[in-house]
Every structure is written in structure tokens, then in C-alpha cells.
């Protein structure tokens, strides 16, 4: 996926990174827009709005498979 970053997003998760808000909540990041971050539930849903330097980015999560961890493949 290509970088949008801008001057405001400098050092944030880059778009389509699965991150948590401050409250806790988990979501993949949509877009930011107008200093707001936008995230979407990782199986699908709604999305909410949150300050982006609230997020932080959750490295090597799985959001496809809630509860499971990442399949891989040994052969």
C-alpha cells in the first residue's frame, strides 16, 4: 500500500495498518482527515473517529481471523 503521509501524519501507523485507540478498541485505519484518524472494526462494522496520535499501531496482528492467530505455511 502506498504512503499518504502528510506533515500531520508524519509518524503515525500508515493507512490499513491494524491499530488500537486509547480506549483499547482494535480497527483497521481507513484514512485520516481533518486531524481525526478513522478506523473500522477488523471484521467489519462501523467506523469511529478517534485523535490520531491516540493510536498506535498493532505489528504482526491478524485482524482476518479475530481470536486466531495468523495461519502459515511450513511445507
Request: glycine content about 12%; overall charge negative.
Amino acid at each position: 500500500m502506498k504512503s499518504m503521509e502528510s506533515p500531520e501524519t508524519h509518524g503515525l501507523p500508515e493507512v490499513g495498518a491494524l491499530v488500537r485507540d486509547a480506549t483499547g478498541r482494535i480497527g483497521r485505519l481507513m484514512a485520516y482527515t481533518r486531524a481525526r484518524a478513522w478506523l473500522r472494526p477488523p471484521t467489519g462494522g462501523r467506523e469511529w473517529d478517534v485523535e490520531p496520535e491516540t493510536i498506535t499501531e498493532i505489528p504482526g496482528w491478524d485482524g482476518a481471523a479475530p481470536g486466531k492467530e495468523a495461519a502459515t505455511n511450513n511445507h
